[in-house]
């Protein structure tokens, strides 16, 4: 992640970072046996990988939490994107009983990088800024960083 974040930002090549986080995971966590919730994320990160391209780079994070890191990508092209992923990701359902379905939806925050920008760490912060503000609007939504 910080080996391609350092090319992007060497090469003056735009980079745009989404925030996601899939919603009512700590429910999940709490309601559910942990195979059930591993099975809502690896079904989420699944999805998600398919809906990237092959330079996009997918981490997991921690508690229900990735990063995307979008190579060449505007804020206006990442937020099509994130949009793209959380209507996508709005239609999966994790079948985990014989008539018990959960169904999934994310929440996503858009940051990309500022002129003269030197630390990733502060698109990140500003993706998950924009990501707290997508939860707070109730969540399933796509939100990108305004200075």
Same mark, same amino acid.
């Given at each position: 992640?910080?080996?391609?974040?350092?090319?992007?930002?060497? /090469?003056?090549?735009?980079?745009?970072?989404?925030?996601?986080?899939?919603? *009512?995971?700590?429910?999940? /966590?709490?309601?559910?046996?942990?195979?059930?919730?591993?099975?809502?994320?690896?079904?989420?990160?699944?999805?998600? /990988?398919?809906?990237?391209?092959?330079?996009?780079?997918?981490? *997991?994070?921690?508690? +229900?939490?990735?990063?995307?890191?979008?190579?060449?990508?505007?804020?206006? /092209?990442?937020?099509?994107?994130?949009?793209?992923?959380?209507?996508?990701?709005?239609?999966?359902?994790?079948?985990?009983?014989?008539?018990?379905?959960?169904?999934?939806?994310?929440?996503? +925050?858009?940051?990309?990088?500022?002129?003269?920008?030197?630390?990733?760490?502060?698109?990140?912060?500003?993706?998950?800024?924009?990501?707290?503000?997508?939860?707070?609007? +109730?969540?399933?939504?796509?939100?990108?960083?305004?200075?």
């Amino acid at each position: 992640m910080t080996k391609e974040c350092n090319r992007c930002l060497r /090469q003056r090549i735009n980079l745009s970072v989404m925030m996601l986080r899939l919603d *009512y995971f700590d429910t999940m /966590q709490n309601v559910y046996k942990t195979t059930i919730t591993d099975m809502c994320l690896h079904k989420f990160s699944e999805s998600v /990988q398919e809906l990237l391209r092959n330079y996009d780079t997918l981490c *997991y994070f921690l508690n +229900g939490k990735f990063a995307v890191l979008s190579p060449g990508v505007n804020i206006n /092209q990442a937020v099509l994107i994130a949009e793209r992923i959380r209507t996508n990701i709005e239609k999966i359902t994790v079948d985990i009983e014989k008539n018990i379905k959960i169904p999934l939806s994310v929440s996503i +925050g858009v940051s990309s990088m500022f002129t003269n920008e030197k630390v990733i760490s502060d698109i990140i912060e500003r993706a998950n800024k924009a990501l707290l503000n997508a939860e707070h609007m +109730g969540k399933n939504k796509v939100c990108k960083y305004l200075r």
